[in-house]
Nanobody, 126 residues
């Protein structure tokens, strides 16, 4: 499975962007997609995840209420709708895949995700 993230760009604080994570190749009937972000000089951090078959969603506290993750099964694509963006949201955003289900205990563990796609840069100006 190959993942490709897109949709990043430059936006002013308070603005919105929608990122896409498109999956191609063989897909698993039960898996999860996670969005993570990495700012320069910092480690990759969890943003949001969706359990594909169950439709459950998980968010980091820093984006809860502002970001929404969703999936389109027919298009094999997961979206990350980002609203009320802040300068601290600036980072390279990338998506990863985890086979099997996730829950609140493991959704944010980046070590469980693989097939990382090339990230997309999000820059929020103040």
């Amino acid at each position: 499975v190959q993942l490709q993230a897109s949709g990043g760009g430059l936006v002013q604080a308070g603005g919105s962007l929608r990122l896409s994570c498109a999956a191609s190749g063989r897909t698993f009937s039960r898996y999860a997609i996670g969005w993570f972000r990495q700012a320069p000089g910092k480690e990759r951090k969890f943003v949001a995840a969706i359990s594909w078959s169950a439709g459950n969603t998980y968010y980091s506290d820093s984006v809860k209420g502002r970001f929404t993750i969703s999936g389109d099964i027919a298009k094999n694509t997961v979206y990350l709708e980002m609203n009320s963006l802040r300068p601290e949201d600036s980072a390279v955003y990338c998506c990863g895949l985890k086979s099997g289900e996730i829950d609140t205990r493991i959704a944010a563990d980046r070590r469980l995700y693989r097939n990382w796609g090339q990230g997309t840069q999000v820059t929020v100006s103040s």
